[in-house]
């Protein structure tokens, strides 16, 4: 099936610092790219969705000048957590819908740990 | 109430059972995904259904659109079964799945 990378898998960074995290479609190109966040025990919360060449649509309650996110290219979104607290700190997974297929076609990386300090 | 809703919420079973999740929703959808999320976190997508039954291995999945229901099976559980079963769905018109809490699985062996 397709795949759906994220770089980096773990990162701990000190409060204050900027961290970026890269969502990668393999073998793939993706219309759309979702980025979500997951508290312990807690379902996927959707942050916000970013189609290729154009801005994101964030959700409601989601910073968009706190979690920027860019879609560069077809296979490649990035989410940057600017200024990151403690509280930032989560589960951070991104999804791609496959371009040329029926709108339900959507594939899960494998989620990004941050852990700030 | 959320519109996606799972049953039971934790689950726990003995190695060889056969094991039934849940999943109802209150809306129109035109797809619903089961995923699996292991206590790493990455999560698998195991089916993505619109009408009938799919199956893949030990695995079934099943979706009755009249009643807004869909099941996942698994047949001669396993402990590396144990995970997190997410049902969620793509709400028709719309561009985003919503997920239900997920089934805690916990296989004994």
């Known amino acids: 099936g397709a795949v759906v990378s994220q770089h980096p898998s773990w990162v701990i960074c000190k409060s204050g610092t900027s961290v970026k995290i890269e969502c990668r479609s393999l073998?793939?190109?993706?219309?759309?790219m979702f980025w979500y966040r997951q508290f312990p025990k807690q379902s996927l919360m959707l942050m916000a969705t970013?189609?290729?060449?154009?801005?994101?649509?964030?959700e409601q309650g989601v910073e968009k000048d706190k979690f920027l996110i860019n879609h560069a290219s077809l296979t490649l979104s990035t989410l940057t957590v600017t200024s990151a607290h403690p509280e930032d700190s989560s589960f951070y997974i991104c999804?791609?819908?496959?371009?040329?297929?029926?709108?339900?076609?959507?594939?899960f990386g494998p989620g990004t740990r941050l852990l700030v300090l | 109430k959320n519109e996606v809703e799972q049953s039971p919420q934790n689950l726990t079973a003995q190695e060889g059972e056969f094991i039934t999740i849940n999943c109802s929703y209150s809306?129109?959808?035109?797809?619903l995904h089961w995923l699996q999320q292991h206590p790493g976190g990455g999560i698998v997508s195991l089916f993505m259904?619109?009408?009938g039954k799919k199956k893949h291995g030990r695995l079934i999945a099943t979706i009755n659109i009249q009643e807004k229901h869909s099941s996942l099976h698994i047949t001669a559980s396993h402990p590396r079964d144990s995970a997190v079963y997410i049902c969620?769905?793509?709400?028709?018109?719309?561009?985003?799945?919503?997920f239900g809490q997920g089934t805690r699985l916990t296989i004994n062996p």
């Open positions: 809306v129109g959808i035109s797809a």
């Open positions: 073998d793939f190109q993706a219309t759309t």
């Open positions: 970013s189609n290729e060449g154009s801005k994101a649509t964030y």
């Open positions: 999804s791609a819908r496959l371009l040329g297929t029926a709108r339900e076609t959507q594939y």
């Open positions: 969620a769905v793509l709400i028709q018109g719309a561009q985003k799945l919503v």
């Open positions: 259904l619109s009408s």
